[in-house]
């Protein structure tokens, strides 16, 4: 994989409806989303203009789960709503050891002499959830949770040093891809959905059948209302360690030893919405708490500020 100075567009339609002969998500989709998938060994290379990195997998498995993410009758990984036109699609992927490994370019704009940042992490797993239309296939809405248990991270000054500048260096591609996606996201995306109560009010009349009500109360249940990334830690210690220390005659110099640093975090988590407006309600989250209305009573006053300069 290489970095882009500028953001592709996107992919369009799925390319498996294309292969099928199909522009709706049909068969085709069902059968490939229900494949079981084992990679022994896998090994992503990133190049950028600042820095190349890796990415070892060992033992991957890719499979479809229910809403509950347990594996169990392919029927019951998906959930479609024929009045919304949407399709919910859960999928989990495990591995046993993942590796990670980041070093400077020659011609890039580090330091000439820097330290690679290494980081193996024991079992992992991601879960995605994807929220389709059924006739073009198109992503409307996606979960990304990555899981890890305990992990173990020993970082020198320098690798500190390094990690920032990688960060640094992506940040300007980064920026431009987020600003496409957003300039691209479907109304679907930025408009919440009704809730369960106020459709059942419209639809009913209309003699929709109990049936009909349920699975989109169903649907409601595990909808996602926008994209969202989150990534969740059990466990982390972090050893963070001075190499900038002194050698005289090849045999280190007592008392001229760095120091070092050891951090413990318990069930650290972080969740991005990339898609979500200010003022906007939040209480989808993951994590929301009656803590959060507070702070979304004074977002409203700003943004309500902000909205009247403006149009002055």
Not at 165 to 184: D, N, P, V
Not at 224 to 237: C, G, Q, T, W
Request: glycine share 6%; with cysteine.
């Amino acid at each position: 994989m290489r970095t882009c100075e500028e953001p592709r567009p996107p992919n369009g339609q799925s390319p498996i409806a294309l292969a099928a002969g199909q522009s709706e998500y049909g068969f085709a989709e069902k059968v490939v989303e229900g494949m079981f998938i084992v990679v022994n060994s896998i090994t992503i290379k990133i190049h950028s203009k600042a820095f190349h990195a890796s990415f070892e997998l060992w033992q991957l498995q890719g499979y479809s789960v229910n809403p509950n993410w347990q594996q169990s009758d392919l029927r019951l990984t998906r959930i479609t709503d024929p009045q919304r036109g949407e399709v919910l699609t859960f999928k989990e992927l495990t591995w046993q050891t993942l590796r990670i490994e980041a070093d400077a370019t020659d011609n890039g704009d580090q330091d000439p002499v820097t330290t690679p940042l290494r980081l193996i992490t024991n079992q992992g797993k991601i879960q995605i959830s994807l929220k389709r239309r059924t006739k073009d296939c198109n992503v409307m809405a996606s979960k990304l949770m990555f899981l890890l248990d305990d992990l173990l991270w020993v970082l020198t000054d320098s690798q500190l040093k390094a990690m920032m500048k990688y960060a640094e260096s992506l940040s300007e591609a980064m920026e431009k891809s987020a600003q496409q996606r957003k300039s691209l996201a479907p109304e679907s995306v930025q408009v919440t959905p009704p809730t369960p109560s106020t459709q059942q009010s419209w639809s009913q009349p209309f003699g929709v059948s109990p049936n009909a009500s349920s699975i989109g109360q169903y649907f409601d249940k595990h909808d996602m209302k926008e994209s969202s990334y989150h990534l969740l830690i059990s466990r982390l210690d972090l050893h963070i360690c001075d190499d900038s220390h002194t050698r005289e005659s090849g045999t280190l110099k007592h008392g001229m030893l760095g120091g070092a640093m050891q951090l413990t975090f318990r069930r650290m988590a972080f969740d991005y919405y990339p898609f979500h407006r200010a003022g906007d309600a939040c209480k989808h989250w993951v994590r929301y708490s009656e803590a959060m209305e507070t702070r979304g009573q004074w977002a409203k006053q700003l943004v309500s500020e902000f909205q009247s300069k403006i149009e002055k």
